[in-house]
């Protein structure tokens, strides 16, 4: 009994670290991106994203040559199917943002829960159980309410978020499903698809940077501080890349949407700290303490028996007895 005990007490431990590492990453590179947009006014958002994958690309390409990372295969298919997916989450997630209010916008990012929890359901055959449901709603409430304060909408914002959502929440499935089908590791998985996403990005990005802000990435003014702030950014973009492989592949993709919402709620006392009191009143305290709540709840729900499980579809009892009772007749008389 005691190795079983354990082993799962490793695990827990290494689930925990996982998460640790992808909330650590995450808000750090949002607080330094917003440094970097805000105070030193590099709002090249996807020609960014495009180094943080050169980057991660040059860590795969290291771990290759230490032996930290085994040939693997992935099929060229699959793999431009994850990179359609990817990229236009990116582009999606950044036009919708630039054309839509910051309300419509929290409300798209929020759709993705119920968006791969309908993916897995139907592809992966999942079931959720109603304290599972309900727990979901009421993470959505809560950062609904910390979040989600001016909705306007418009046709080609709504368009924009539309495609955010939903390449966003297949990518993020992908991750999941392609390691799991291939039996790859998260650093295999990367060392696919990070030199992949670089190389499109950084062709893309300056084009559609210059579409969105009508600056010119090559015009910037590079100075000393703006380049670490870049390269900082870049240096922290590898563990989010990498904890996100890593946590998605540790659960699925709306575990890591549900729990992720910590992320929000962290982004929003860090700003409080770092940016200043405005944002923080008591409905948005409110939100947070929902969410929370339903965070736990979920985490509680979703690992009880049944709280979400795969549906099996075998025949029913007396049918299989019939079908197996058929089966023995016919091998007698073929014997006989």
């Known amino acids: 009994?005691?190795?079983?005990?354990?082993?799962?007490?490793?695990?827990?431990?290494?689930?925990?670290?996982?998460?640790?590492?992808?909330?650590?990453?995450?808000?750090?590179?949002?607080?330094?991106?917003?440094?970097?947009?805000?105070?030193?006014?590099?709002?090249?958002?996807?020609?960014?994203?495009?180094?943080?994958?050169?980057?991660?690309?040059?860590?795969?390409?290291?771990?290759?040559?230490?032996?930290?990372?085994?040939?693997?295969?992935?099929?060229?298919?699959?793999?431009?199917?994850?990179?359609?997916?990817?990229?236009?989450?990116?582009?999606?997630?950044?036009?919708?943002?630039?054309?839509?209010?910051?309300?419509?916008?929290?409300?798209?990012?929020?759709?993705?829960?119920?968006?791969?929890?309908?993916?897995?359901?139907?592809?992966?055959?999942?079931?959720?159980?109603?304290?599972?449901?309900?727990?979901?709603?009421?993470?959505?409430?809560?950062?609904?309410?910390?979040t989600v304060t001016d909705v306007s909408v418009n046709t080609k914002g709504f368009l924009a978020a539309f495609v955010a959502v939903w390449t966003t929440s297949l990518q993020q499935y992908y991750v999941h499903y392609l390691q799991r089908k291939y039996s790859l590791s998260s650093f295999n998985l990367l060392g696919h698809t990070a030199p992949a996403q670089a190389a499109t990005l950084l062709v893309v990005g300056p084009f559609l940077d210059y579409w969105l802000t009508e600056k010119r990435v090559d015009m910037y003014d590079y100075n000393l501080v703006s380049v670490l702030f870049i390269t900082l950014s870049c240096t922290i973009a590898i563990g989010t890349n990498l904890s996100q492989f890593i946590c998605i592949g540790r659960f699925t993709a709306v575990s890591f949407q549900v729990l992720g919402h910590m992320k929000t709620i962290l982004v929003l006392v860090m700003g409080f700290f770092f940016f200043g009191r405005e944002g923080l009143n008591l409905h948005v305290v409110i939100g947070m303490i929902i969410a929370v709540l339903g965070m736990i709840w979920y985490g509680n729900a979703s690992s009880k028996p049944g709280g979400k499980e795969r549906r099996s579809y075998s025949l029913p009892t007396t049918r299989q007895q019939k079908l197996g009772a058929a089966s023995d007749s016919d091998d007698n008389e073929d014997k006989a």
């Open 1 to 146: 009994m005691a190795p079983v005990s354990s082993k799962a007490e490793k695990k827990t431990a290494a689930d925990a670290a996982a998460w640790m590492f992808n909330v650590v990453t995450s808000v750090g590179i949002i607080i330094v991106n917003k440094a970097l947009m805000a105070s030193y006014g590099y709002t090249f958002a996807t020609t960014l994203t495009g180094l943080h994958f050169a980057f991660t690309t040059l860590m795969t390409i290291v771990l290759r040559c230490l032996g930290y990372i085994q040939p693997s295969h992935l099929p060229f298919t699959e793999l431009l199917r994850f990179i359609l997916f990817a990229n236009f989450s990116i582009v999606g997630m950044n036009v919708s943002l630039m054309w839509n209010s910051v309300g419509f916008y929290q409300i798209a990012k929020l759709s993705m829960i119920p968006v791969s929890c309908l993916l897995e359901m139907v592809l992966d055959k999942i079931r959720y159980s109603r304290d599972t449901k309900l727990s979901i709603g009421l993470v959505l409430v809560g950062v609904g309410v910390c």
